[in-house]
T-cell receptor, first 110, second 113 residues
Framework: DAKTTQPPSMDCAEGRAANLPCNHSTISGNEYVYWYRQIHSQGPQYIIHGLKNNETNEMASLIITEDRKSSTLILPHATLRDTAVYYCIVSVTGANNLFFGTGTRLTVIP | EADIYQTPRYLVIGTGKKITLECSQTMGHDKMYWYQQDPGMELHLIHYSYGVNSTEKGDLSSESTVSRIRTEHFPLTLESARPSHTSQYLC????????????FGPGTRLTVT
């Protein structure tokens, strides 16, 4: 069941920051926000997750608003290899599964 | 680097044939999953397992069956393939009790003619 809303597609210039938004206005207190990406014809790849604090790892940063109703995934310096479908997922840690919606298709332009 | 493998990567087969899609992982993960995905569409969970001898049906009804006799192996079987089974099948695994970091295999693209 879709708990998130993402734009279907976005473009980003190579070398610039890619900011991918996600709306999850019905998120509950024990639900985390997860981000995955799927490069063409491959299996999805985990990127990052968070509960309420901003998170950063070697791949990306996750900014969650104070009311937790939305978040933004930031790829600081997008490369052509970052062209993929990015999925924003909301779920509790004890759930059986993560629901992958249709995501945002990010195209990095040279 | 995730160590999860799927074979075959591509399979074209005629209607009515029995097929088994293989999935193996070397990470010792207890939980494993099978997803089905049509081009440009959502991933749908069709089966998952908590460990040896555990199999559960996912959110999308599927005519396929799975087995989990060994921790590292989670094959998916279609007894009689039909054109409606044409899709990409993705296998994944994660540590038990922690689903956020699922490791996916490269997928099997199945075409039933």
């Amino acid at each position: 069941d879709a708990k998130t809303t993402q734009p279907p597609s976005m473009d980003c210039a190579e070398g610039r920051a890619a900011n991918l938004p996600c709306n999850h206005s019905t998120i509950s207190g024990n639900e985390y926000v997860y981000w995955y990406r799927q490069i063409h014809s491959q299996g999805p790849q985990y990127i990052i997750h968070g509960l309420k604090n901003n998170e950063t790892n070697e791949m990306a940063s996750l900014i969650i608003t104070e009311d937790r109703k939305s978040s933004t995934l930031i790829l600081p310096h997008a490369t052509l290899r970052d062209t993929a479908v990015y999925y924003c997922i909301v779920s509790v840690t004890g759930a059986n599964n993560l629901f992958f919606g249709t995501g945002t298709r990010l195209t990095v332009i040279p | 680097e995730a160590d999860i493998y799927q074979t075959p990567r591509y399979l074209v087969i005629g209607t009515g044939k029995k097929i088994t899609l293989e999935c193996s992982q070397t990470m010792g993960h207890d939980k494993m999953y099978w997803y089905q995905q049509d081009p440009g569409m959502e991933l749908h969970l069709i089966h998952y397992s908590y460990g040896v001898n555990s199999t559960e049906k996912g959110d999308l009804s599927s005519e396929s069956t799975v087995s989990r006799i060994r921790t590292e192996h989670f094959p998916l079987t279609l007894e009689s393939a039909r054109p409606s089974h044409t899709s990409q099948y993705l296998c994944a695994s994660s540590e038990l009790g922690q689903i956020y970091e699922q490791y996916f295999g490269p997928g099997t693209r199945l075409t039933v003619t």
